[in-house]
């Protein structure tokens, strides 16, 4: 942390929190993978219930993944991304700090429970 003046000091939220490297690590993981459960959702035109219903969760809880909520296991967050159609590469990708890919509606024919989604 360097001081800046007048009792304010310039740092970054890891030196802020005192969080390891491998803590700050796991947060911007899981920070970047609850967006693109988001960013997924809404890019194919789902509701938060029905990801939820595919989950076989609740709305409340899937909004819980949402917002990155503590209390939601990454397990729960990649099983949503796996639902939105994304393979483990997309996956690595998001962790690796890049854009998740692009989620393309898939033709109405679905099984039960699974989303209708195609795979990217």
Do not use: C, H
């Not at 939220?13 to 459960?37: I, M, N, P, S």
């Amino acid at each position: 942390m360097k001081e800046i003046g007048n009792g304010w000091v310039e740092g970054s939220a890891q030196e802020l929190l005192g969080l390891t490297d491998a803590e700050a690590a796991y947060v911007e993981a899981k920070a970047a993978l609850t967006r693109a459960v988001r960013e997924r959702r809404l890019a194919l035109g789902l509701s938060q219930s029905r990801m939820a219903k595919a989950l076989g969760t609740s709305q409340s809880r899937f909004s819980f993944i949402e917002k990155g909520d503590p209390s939601v296991s990454i397990d729960l967050t990649l099983r949503a991304l796996f639902e939105t159609g994304m393979d483990v590469r997309g996956v690595a990708a998001v962790m690796a700090g890049g854009a998740a890919p692009k989620a393309t509606p898939a033709p109405r024919r679905t099984a039960k429970r699974r989303l209708s989604v195609q795979s990217v």
